[in-house]
């Protein structure tokens, strides 16, 4: 079997819970690059500056996929190669819908996450997780107004999030952003969250763009992922992968499901199909 490259989202995927790359996993990846030749890109929905130094500098890593597809970043310089940003007009109709008082906004806009002080000082109103609350403290900057950065910002923004621990204002804020929307991509990374795009965007998208400019066919290509943010680029290559620990829906996109994100699945699987 002939894989030339692989794609891995991180957080449920390639990181544990503790948010590291198991050594198993670390091992079978080194095999994929050193030995078999593999590029490796990551593919996230974090915003370039919350991805970890250990993946950023793993060997083989040439390119960074984040935001849930909006941005492609060189690894090694920080220097955005590819976007595709929400256009003015999404962001104009995306600020028209009413903030629920049970859900938070998030901005991203040139790699770098934004949220009112607020969200930051307590995510866990929202429905973070232990890791996800110390995770937004440490990395989104606070701004005094996040409906009036983003619209000061319109021409800049990667995407656009909402957070919210209540099942049905999130359903109601998708429903609003389906009936009304245009040009725009909606997913979720995790069950609280609501991730917006530029329609052209998604880690499918932009990892078919990748491996255009790269020469290397869907057949060639590998790409693992946990979250319904992960089915079009599972769809896009020959050997899609999804974790136990996936989504419905991603794993009905996958070629093969392996073990959880704590049970080394990426690991597993690479040792599974190149040896």
Known sequence: MSIRLIASDLD????TDKKEIAPYTKEALLFAVREKGCCFIPATGRAFTSIPPEVTGFPGVEYVITSNGAAVYSAKSGER???CLLSREAVEMILSIPLWEDAAMEVFVEGNPYASAAYIENPGAYGATSFGCAY???TRTSVSDIRAFARENKERI???SFATANGETKKEIKER???????IYVTSSVSHM???GNSSAGKGNTLAVMLERLGIAPREAMAFGDGDNDKEMLACVKYGIAMANASEDCKKAAYFVTASNE???VGKAIRRFLG
């Open 158 to 160: 990667d995407s656009i």
């Open 81 to 83: 190669i590819y976007q």
């Open 194 to 196: 609501l991730e917006i």
């Open 12 to 15: 449920g995927t390639l990181l």
């Open 177 to 183: 952003l389906q009936k009304e929307g245009k040009d």
């Open 136 to 138: 937004v403290k440490r």
């Open 263 to 265: 049970e080394d699945g």
